[in-house]
């Protein structure tokens, strides 16, 4: 059977008349009778019962009605369904992201694309930076929110930066209490602090990010006592908040409100970490392309 077929199938249905049914359809009344013959051969039951007075539905043409008025229509709506595809109006997007991103810019990047997108399905898939690459470069997710490397992306791999914020410290509310860190203006001063445990992502999973902090000890003469590495924002939180170290977090992370831990500025010039998006070149997808522009208004352009 084909479309054509199915199509005089709902005319008669509809109609229950072969002569108003091939008028709908603007053909003749033998060639709708032969297709409709021809459907019943092949599948093996009267769909009609026919009287020289009516035409009336069998039981099995009106169950089988039920089946292909949806169909029909469902193939009825595939060129809609394709010009909302080119669009970027429908789809499936996979989006992955660092744990910092959480407190910064993916809540308004999400939001924004939801309120002009809806009926796109957007999946959220929390990683490291290099394992984000990996999704990337092997067409697992479509885009990224990462810190990028210092050693540069892949070739395969295009990034903007959207969003560039000092370190400051999180450090546990009791060392302050206690006189253990000194604070001046609200901001974590002196030196002392430099001596205190310290909670640290590893450096594979965000090297860059790493780096950033290792250097600005080493910068002041210093090499940090890592206590504890972990490799979720929220885990290296709540660690603070047992006072088991301080650690140095993106500004944003003051979003994270935890009992027991205080964000403080450091004193001086503070460390700047970077956060972008980053896809596939080669991708297309306007439902990606509309992700990126979303994103770059954001950033300013």
Do not use: C
Not at 37 to 58: D, S
Not at 64 to 75: I, Q, T
Not at 109 to 138: C, N, W
Request: proline share 7%; aromatic share 6%; hydrophobic share 45%.
């Amino acid at each position: 059977m084909d479309l054509r077929q199915l199509n005089h199938f709902l005319a008669v249905a509809e109609e229950l008349h072969f002569g108003r049914a091939a008028e709908r359809l603007g053909m003749t009344q033998p060639p709708l009778s032969q297709s409709i013959m021809a459907l019943e051969r092949e599948l093996g039951a009267p769909l009609f019962a026919r009287t020289k007075r009516q035409v009336a539905l069998t039981p099995f043409g009106r169950q089988w009605l039920e089946h292909v008025r949806p169909a029909v229509g469902a193939v009825a709506d595939l060129a809609a369904v394709a010009r909302r595809l080119q669009a970027g109006t429908v789809g499936r997007i996979v989006l992955s992201f660092v744990s910092s991103a959480d407190y910064s810019i993916l809540p308004t990047l999400v939001r924004r694309y939801a309120h002009a997108f809806p009926r796109v399905d957007m999946t959220l898939v929390e990683a490291t930076s290099d394992v984000q690459v990996e999704a990337l470069v092997e067409g697992r997710t479509d885009a990224g929110l990462l810190i990028p490397p210092a050693s540069g992306l892949p070739a395969a791999i295009d990034y903007r930066p959207l969003l560039r914020e000092p370190l400051v410290a999180a450090v546990p509310e009791n060392w302050v209490k206690d006189g253990r860190l000194l604070v001046e203006d609200g901001s974590l001063a002196g030196e002392g602090w430099l001596d205190q445990p310290l909670l640290l992502f590893p450096r594979h999973v965000a090297p860059t990010f790493h780096d950033l902090v290792i250097d600005h000890y080493r910068a002041q003469g210093r090499e940090p006592h890592v206590r504890q590495r972990a490799i979720q924002m929220q885990t290296i939180i709540s660690l603070v908040s047992a006072d088991m170290g301080l650690a140095l977090v993106p500004a944003s992370l003051r979003n994270l409100a935890r009992t027991g831990v205080r964000y403080l500025p450091l004193a001086g010039l503070a460390p700047m970490l970077e956060t972008g998006l980053a896809w596939r070149r080669s991708d297309e997808a306007p439902t990606l392309r509309a992700l990126l522009g979303i994103a770059l208004d954001m950033a300013g352009g």
